[in-house]
């Protein structure tokens, strides 16, 4: 599909722009999957390439270039330049300039959203995305896209549709709700993909206003946001209290709901974690740091099923993409045996 549409792409790219001009476009049906990642099953939809092609200018040359400016600096998803491995670093910069002038006793807030992209409101998300953007092409696209975005709610009764913008809404349960239920009678406007680009963009500006009321209305010099996880540190327990509080209550406005479970305010000095990655600061400054053991669990399970279908090269590659971007802070020791591990699987299990 890829290689037809390159070898006639200027053909196709001229058609793209005939279409958004006269307003005339339409999406191409979508492919829906479910993956499992990091212990978490989603819900995943692949886009044609059309489809993908014009999203991508859309964000890439249109809505990140306007927002970019309006971000706080440890907004670290997505971006050219950030991700996971920059905000892991400012999580560390944070901690020894809080214990230069505190020590470690401190207080770390850590906030996670629940269902964050199944439940971004439509309305609200062009509503930010327009106070950003003035272009009317940009504007027809992203209303078109939303809408394309709504889910089919007729099996709802009459009271569950009242409240169903303010109801945690799961599109894996939503799944397994039977086709012939949903009939198109009903729609609710909220919901994202996450395949699709639009909701990566909107993963990063959704929650903008919230970062911007800790950072600038609050003053929490040590605050950070990846997506959906963020984090605040500050010396009065009281205040990160305080602070979660009107999180929530902003969030709500949002339709954003607060995972109680694992947002939570714990000590420097305990261990906590963010982001797969344990955590603690000791009285002498040193920031002890480890993966989550549960990552490192994952990994090996993962070794043995791939090494019976990969040749020892390939098991290798794998590995040490995986190891690379998973445990850089392992012990020797887990070092030592994740090693010996894939040199017995590449020995006894890969294909010769």
């Given at each position: 599909?890829?290689?037809?549409?390159?070898?006639?792409?200027?053909?196709?790219?001229?058609?793209?722009?005939?279409?958004?001009?006269?307003?005339?476009?339409?999406?191409?049906?979508a492919?829906?999957?479910?993956?499992?990642?990091?212990?978490?099953?989603?819900?995943?939809?692949?886009?044609h390439?059309?489809?993908r092609?014009?999203?991508?200018?859309?964000?890439?040359?249109?809505?990140?270039?306007?927002?970019?400016?309006?971000?706080?600096?440890?907004?670290?998803?997505?971006?050219?330049?950030?991700?996971?491995?920059?905000?892991?670093?400012?999580?560390?910069q944070?901690?020894?300039?809080?214990?230069?002038?505190?020590?470690?006793?401190?207080?770390?807030l850590?906030m996670?959203?629940?269902?964050?992209?199944?439940?971004?409101?439509?309305?609200?998300?062009?509503?930010?995305?327009?106070?950003?953007?003035?272009?009317?092409?940009?504007?027809?696209?992203?209303?078109?896209?939303?809408?394309?975005?709504?889910?089919?709610?007729?099996?709802?009764?009459?009271?569950?549709?009242?409240?169903?913008?303010?109801?945690?809404?799961?599109?894996?349960?939503?799944?397994?709700?039977?086709?012939?239920?949903?009939?198109?009678?009903?729609?609710?406007?909220?919901?994202?993909?996450?395949?699709?680009?639009?909701?990566?963009?909107?993963?990063?500006?959704?929650?903008?206003?919230?970062?911007?009321?800790?950072?600038?209305?609050?003053?929490?010099?040590?605050?950070?946001?990846y997506?959906?996880?963020?984090?605040?540190i500050?010396?009065?327990?009281?205040?990160l209290?305080?602070?979660?509080?009107?999180?929530?209550?902003?969030?709500?406005?949002?339709?954003?709901?607060?995972?109680?479970?694992?947002?939570?305010?714990?000590?420097l000095?305990?261990?906590?974690?963010?982001?797969?990655?344990?955590?603690?600061?000791?009285?002498?400054?040193?920031?002890?740091?480890?993966?989550?053991?549960?990552?490192?669990?994952?990994?090996?399970?993962?070794?043995?099923?791939?090494?019976?279908?990969m040749?020892?090269?390939?098991?290798?590659?794998?590995?040490?993409?995986?190891?690379?971007?998973?445990?850089?802070?392992?012990?020797?020791?887990?070092?030592?045996?994740?090693?010996?591990?894939?040199?017995?699987?590449?020995?006894?299990?890969?294909?010769?």
């Amino acid at each position: 599909m890829v290689q037809r549409y390159e070898t006639d792409y200027l053909s196709n790219i001229a058609k793209h722009v005939r279409d958004i001009r006269d307003r005339t476009y339409t999406l191409s049906p979508a492919t829906s999957f479910v993956i499992r990642e990091r212990g978490k099953v989603r819900a995943i939809r692949g886009e044609h390439i059309d489809d993908r092609v014009v999203k991508h200018v859309l964000c890439d040359e249109i809505l990140l270039p306007a927002i970019k400016p309006r971000l706080i600096h440890d907004n670290g998803a997505s971006l050219k330049g950030k991700g996971v491995a920059f905000t892991r670093r400012r999580l560390l910069q944070h901690l020894r300039a809080f214990y230069r002038q505190r020590g470690n006793n401190g207080y770390i807030l850590l906030m996670d959203f629940s269902k964050f992209y199944d439940n971004i409101r439509h309305k609200e998300l062009f509503r930010i995305l327009m106070k950003h953007v003035n272009d009317p092409h940009a504007a027809y696209l992203i209303d078109y896209i939303l809408q394309n975005e709504c889910v089919d709610v007729s099996y709802m009764t009459p009271e569950q549709y009242a409240v169903c913008m303010d109801t945690l809404f799961s599109s894996l349960e939503y799944n397994e709700i039977p086709t012939h239920l949903k009939t198109g009678s009903l729609w609710m406007d909220k919901h994202l993909d996450i395949g699709d680009q639009l909701a990566q963009v909107a993963g990063i500006v959704y929650p903008a206003e919230i970062d911007q009321y800790v950072k600038t209305v609050k003053g929490v010099k040590y605050y950070a946001r990846y997506m959906d996880d963020s984090y605040a540190i500050h010396q009065d327990k009281e205040f990160l209290r305080d602070l979660q509080k009107e999180i929530t209550a902003k969030a709500a406005t949002l339709g954003i709901t607060i995972n109680q479970r694992k947002t939570r305010i714990v000590p420097l000095s305990s261990h906590w974690s963010f982001l797969q990655t344990r955590y603690r600061l000791t009285a002498t400054g040193r920031i002890e740091c480890k993966p989550c053991q549960t990552k490192i669990v994952r990994g090996r399970r993962k070794m043995r099923k791939l090494a019976p279908i990969m040749t020892a090269k390939q098991l290798d590659d794998w590995f040490r993409s995986w190891y690379n971007a998973n445990c850089e802070d392992v012990s020797k020791q887990q070092s030592k045996n994740l090693f010996k591990l894939l040199s017995d699987l590449e020995e006894n299990v890969c294909i010769k």
